[in-house]
Nanobody
Framework: QVTLRESGGGSVQAGGSLTLSCAASGYPSGRFCLGWFRQFPGQAREGIASRWTGSGTTYVADSVKDRFTISQDNAKNTVVLQMNNLQPEDTAMYYC??????????????????WGQGTQVTVSS
């Protein structure tokens, strides 16, 4: 059984930073693809970053690549999204998602079959 546990959301002022973590369990090989998505009210989820833990290959959306980075802690099967210089337009619910093996389109939510509960990020001006 796969479980994803997110942590690190919260409120921050514009220009600040937050670190989101997603701890994955249920992948005994340690090889899985984990993506971070965000959802604005009334909109579909937007893929912002992903990491294939097998090789460490990462993908980051152009819209955030200058501010967000994704990394992993192998010992804890955890993938971390570091968000810097946050702006009010980054305010959204953030979700992590995972799948066994490599995703065909790592930033497409349709490629993932396991989802975390979501964590709110609020950026004030």
């Amino acid at each position: 059984q796969v479980t994803l546990r997110e942590s690190g959301g919260g409120s921050v002022q514009a220009g600040g930073s937050l670190t989101l973590s997603c701890a994955a369990s249920g992948y005994p090989s340690g090889r899985f693809c984990l993506g971070w998505f965000r959802q604005f009210p009334g909109q579909a989820r937007e893929g912002i970053a992903s990491r294939w833990t097998g090789s460490g290959t990462t993908y980051v959306a152009d819209s955030v690549k200058d501010r967000f980075t994704i990394s992993q802690d192998n010992a804890k099967n955890t993938v971390v999204l570091q968000m810097n210089n946050l702006q009010p337009e980054d305010t959204a619910m953030y979700y992590c998602a995972a799948r066994h093996g490599i995703a065909i389109d790592p930033l497409d939510e349709e490629d993932y079959n396991n989802w975390g509960q979501g964590t709110q990020v609020t950026v004030s001006s």
